[in-house]
C-alpha cells in the first residue's frame, strides 16, 4: 500500500503538458477545480470527465499510476459515496429498509461525488508528476510575488512546500524499510482486528520520527554550507518565461470554465 502513494513524484517527459509553463499550470489547475465543482448535470459532468482524460492522453502518464495512487484514498471516496446514497432525499424511493433509504436522486449525487473526487485528484496529480519541485517552487514564488508587499514570506512558504513534496517519496520509502526490518524480526502488520494492526504500527513511529528529524537537520546543515539565506537578493540559473502554449492553454481554460457555467445556468 506505502508503495502506492505516488503523491510528490514527478515523471519527467517531453510532451506539451511537460513543457508549459509552472505558473500555467498551476493556474490551469484552479481554473480546473472550479470547473469541476461548477458542474451540476451529467452533460457538465461528461465535458469535464473528457478534458480530464484528454490532459491525461496528452501527458502521456499511465492511467496505471493514476489509479495506482488512488489505492490510499479508497475508502474515503467510498465512505463519500455510501454517505451521499444513503442521505440524499428526494426523487423515486429505491429502498426503504430499516435505516437505510435509497431514492434516485441519492444514488445520482453519490456517483457525481465518487467521480468529482476521481476526476479531482487526477487533476491535482497531474500537477506534481509533469512538474518538477523546483519548478513548481518557481512558480509558486512567482504567482504570489505581490504578496511580498505586505511582508508575507513568499519564498520561505514555496521552498517548504517544495521540500514537503519532494520528501513524501523518500519518507515513504523509509517506511517500507522500517516495515521490512521489523518483519524480518517477527512484527506482524497485516493480521488480526483493526485496532490489532493499529497498535501493530506504534513501533514504526519512533524511528521513522527519528529518521524524519535526522534528515531535516542534515537537510538544514547542507542549506547553511552552501550560505543560503532566504530568497533575497537569490538569481535562478532557469527564467521562466511564458509562450504561445501558455497562453493557448490559459485561454482554453477560462473557455472550459465560462462552457461549464453557461451549462449550469441552462441545467445541462
Not at 519532494?166 to 520509502?173: A, D, G, K, N, W
Amino acid at each position: 500500500m506505502l508503495k502506492d502513494v505516488t503523491i510528490g513524484q514527478y515523471f519527467p517527459g517531453n510532451t506539451i503538458i511537460h513543457r508549459l509553463d509552472p505558473r500555467t499550470k498551476l493556474i490551469l489547475v484552479i481554473v480546473y477545480i472550479a470547473a469541476l465543482f461548477t458542474a451540476r448535470e451529467w452533460l457538465s459532468y461528461g465535458l469535464m470527465l473528457a478534458v480530464t482524460c484528454a490532459i491525461v492522453a496528452v501527458s502521456r502518464i499511465s492511467p496505471r499510476t493514476l489509479t495506482r495512487g488512488m489505492k490510499p484514498l479508497v475508502f474515503i471516496i467510498c465512505f463519500t459515496g455510501v454517505l451521499n446514497l444513503f442521505y440524499t432525499t428526494g426523487g423515486t424511493t429505491l429502498l426503504d429498509w430499516w435505516i437505510f433509504h435509497v431514492t434516485t436522486d441519492g444514488v445520482k449525487r453519490a456517483v457525481m461525488m465518487v467521480v468529482r473526487i476521481l476526476m479531482l485528484i487526477s487533476g491535482t496529480f497531474l500537477l506534481t508528476y509533469t512538474t518538477s519541485p523546483m519548478a513548481l517552487t518557481d512558480g509558486l514564488e512567482m504567482l504570489l510575488n505581490p504578496l511580498k508587499k505586505i511582508r508575507v514570506p513568499i519564498h520561505e512558504m514555496s521552498m517548504m512546500m517544495s521540500m514537503a513534496l519532494r520528501f513524501i517519496p523518500t519518507l515513504i520509502e523509509e517506511t517500507d524499510k522500517i516495515m521490512s526490518a521489523q518483519r524480518a524480526r517477527g512484527a506482524d502488520f497485516e493480521t488480526g482486528r483493526l485496532m490489532e494492526r493499529a497498535k501493530a504500527l506504534l513501533p514504526l513511529l519512533v524511528p521513522l520520527f527519528v529518521s524524519a528529524f535526522r534528515r531535516a537537520d542534515e537537510l538544514a546543515v547542507a542549506m547553511e554550507s552552501r550560505c543560503y539565506h532566504g530568497g533575497e537578493g537569490r538569481t535562478r540559473m532557469k527564467q521562466l518565461r511564458m509562450a504561445r502554449r501558455d497562453y493557448l492553454a490559459l485561454f482554453s481554460g477560462a473557455a472550459l470554465l465560462a462552457v461549464v457555467i453557461v451549462m449550469n445556468v441552462y441545467g445541462l
